[in-house]
């Protein structure tokens, strides 16, 4: 079995939103005086490889705890927007080009290869984003998720994050947020989890993206 790791390392100084503070980890026992290492960690729950869920933008929704664990495993395809330049949109030809596959998907995953910019301040730049017919395709084929290797599903310049409201607004679904390693996932359907922590009321998660080709 092939396993590919899809999750960038929570670390202190790592890139996050802008106005959200970096991860903390502070040491609370040691070997040398407790016996034990353990150490405890300060973050957003939006850090890092992450998944939204609709509470992130409507109250009373569904939150990540609340789905059942199949919402975070299913068949994945990575669709290629390398070539895309900044601020140019992902259309829904992007999707039809892979036919039946993209049907089949639990899981459709947009690789603009913005990973590679990770931990400068180009993976801040104003990288392609779906249009309104992408969104509207995702809503209504009944996928378990979405991903992207960029920061946001929206723009870092719209505060009022349009796209997650049209997303989430009548729909049970999750978004991810800087993935990492799609280049290596091909062009086909292959098995893909994200499993988030199960935090009470969860608003977010950082999660471990994993693909894996049996």
């Known amino acids: 079995m092939k396993v590919i790791d899809l999750t960038h390392t ?26 034990f290492k353990e150490t405890l960690l300060q973050m957003y729950t939006h850090t890092g490889t992450h998944m939204d869920p609709p509470a992130h933008l409507f109250a009373g929704r569904t939150t990540l705890d609340q789905f059942p664990a199949g919402q975070f495993i299913g068949k994945a395809l990575v669709i290629d927007c390398r070539d895309l330049g900044e601020g140019e949109a992902i259309t829904i030809d992007r999707i039809q080009k892979y036919g039946e596959k993209a049907r089949r998907a639990d899981f459709l995953l947009f690789h603009l290869g913005w990973d590679q910019r990770w931990g400068t301040d180009a993976y801040f730049g104003d990288y392609p984003c779906v249009d309104d017919d992408v969104l509207e395709f995702v809503i209504q084929g009944g996928y ?36 990492k390693n799609l280049a290596l996932c091909g062009d086909d359907l292959f098995w893909f989890s994200c499993f988030p922590l199960k935090l009470d009321r969860c608003d977010g998660s950082p999660i471990r993206a994993v693909a894996w080709f049996e």
Do not use: C, Q
């Not at 929570?10 to 016996?35: C, H, L, Q, W």
């Not at 290797?149 to 349009?162: E, K, S, Y």
């Open 10 to 35: 929570i670390r202190e100084n790592m890139p996050v939103y802008p106005g959200t503070d970096t991860p903390k980890f502070f040491p609370a026992n040691s070997y040398e005086e407790n016996g």
């Open 144 to 179: 378990k998720g979405i991903g992207f290797d960029v920061i946001g599903l929206d723009p870092i310049a719209d505060a009022n994050l349009t796209r997650h409201k049209k997303l989430f607004e009548t729909r049970d679904i999750v978004n991810i947020e800087n993935l």
